[in-house]
């Protein structure tokens, strides 16, 4: 007889003891938190990168123009960039899908940060790229034509973020906009009132600032409202 | 293993939704019955991790329900599934499964098999704003299984679903249930009568009954009546 057998016959294999449990300790995350943001930039409205490309597109025609005002027409353009963020970012709110993410192994807060970097990211690339091409062609060094696109981008970001954790749905969409379009028009405005005086003060850098704080102040209020589910 | 519920409270501004909460669960299908306004959905979420208790513990094998470890094991299908409607059904679950932190090449696996398994089959490359809503349940309950989950929570899962339908996710779930702690809640009491091996029945925020169940008895609605005739199942 085979020797093989005959073993198999005489030494019964036992059943599995403790296979599930050890599975169960063994089971690890299988994603990196890069290949996570990445993941979440996959999941990103085509439109959403198709219209950021877009208005790369139009502020760079409006360098080419080498008017003296395009710096100041394309920071204005900044806050709809900034609403396109915002809306990403709510989305899960939105579609009410946040219950199905809060139950889902990478904590909420995880998730959100992952697909806020993915954009985030994009947009600041876009303006860095905007950035150097604008300053060439017109009046202001790349550091200050970065501040002037980033401000209005930023304030919208952040006064976005909170509106949209303050008010839901349509209503939230709806102040959402208005506090683009407020900025955008701010944005002109001081332009035209104050435009020479502000460029020779040292006002921007300022402006970047407290931009720069709202903006964190308003991530990470957002990421610790991502913890618990809101209920009425 | 053992989902042990200890205490579990829920109060909304001075309501109690679900009050001093105790039970212990084992491998198998369970079902939970109540009227509308027990408090099922209330505890499903904090089972589920999504709600955070007034007070109280939950636990699975002595994993408490705020760590990853537990999410991983947990599949879970909500009321209400929230979707979005411009993804096919095979991106969202790709996408819920990259939230449970599978790997893409794992998740493509099981997103095909369970696409086939819920019957959506080419349905699963049309966006989701074209199903229809037993469809939706179905991705529903096709995302509630992606990650292969030891801890199975399903709320009025057979919602919008056709007889042929209910009947296939019986069977699903009753196969589920015999390597899996399956909890499901629900008001139709076909749907657990034959597959449940313990009932738990809610009623004002708080378990009123919670025994073994016999799959072979036929009376749990005139069980549920006589205890709690009033109220709507």
Known sequence: MNIKKELKNAFPVPAPVGRRE??????????????????????????????????????????????????????SLTPALALMAVAEWGRSRRYGTVELELACRTPRRTALLARMVAVGAAHLGILA???PVLSAWGEMNVARTGAHLLTPYLLTASLGLDLSRRCRGREGAILCSAVAITVCALGLWIRRAWGGAL????????????????????VVSTLRETEVLTWS | ??????GLCKYYSGKKAVDDVTFRLTEGVNGLLGANGAGKTTLMRMLSGVLRPTAGTVSLDGVDVSSEDYRAVLGYLPQELGYYPDFTGFDFLMYLASLKGLSRSHAKRRATELIELTGLGEAGRKRIRTYSGGMRRRLGIAQALINDPDLLIVDEPTAGLDPGERARFRDLLSELGRHS??????????????????????????????????????????????RFGGENV
């Open chain 1, 22 to 75: 050890f599975l169960r300790a063994h089971r690890r995350r299988e994603l990196s938190t890069m290949m996570l943001v990445l993941t979440e930039a996959g999941y990103v409205r085509l439109r959403t990168w198709l219209s950021s490309l877009g208005f790369l597109a139009v502020m760079l025609v409006i360098a080419s123009g080498g008017e003296p005002e395009a710096i100041w027409v394309s920071s």
């Open chain 1, 129 to 131: 790229l905007a950035a």
């Open chain 1, 199 to 218: 460029e020779r003060t040292k006002l921007w850098p300022v402006a970047l600032i407290v931009a720069l704080i709202l903006s964190v102040i308003e």
């Open chain 2, 1 to 6: 293993m053992e989902l042990i519920v200890r």
């Open chain 2, 181 to 226: 702690i399956v909890l499901l809640s629900t008001h139709i009491v076909s749907d657990v009568e034959q597959i449940a091996g313990r009932m738990l029945m809610m009623s004002s925020g708080r378990v009123v009954f919670d025994e073994l169940w016999d799959k072979g008895r036929t009376d749990l609605e005139e069980l549920y009546l006589k």
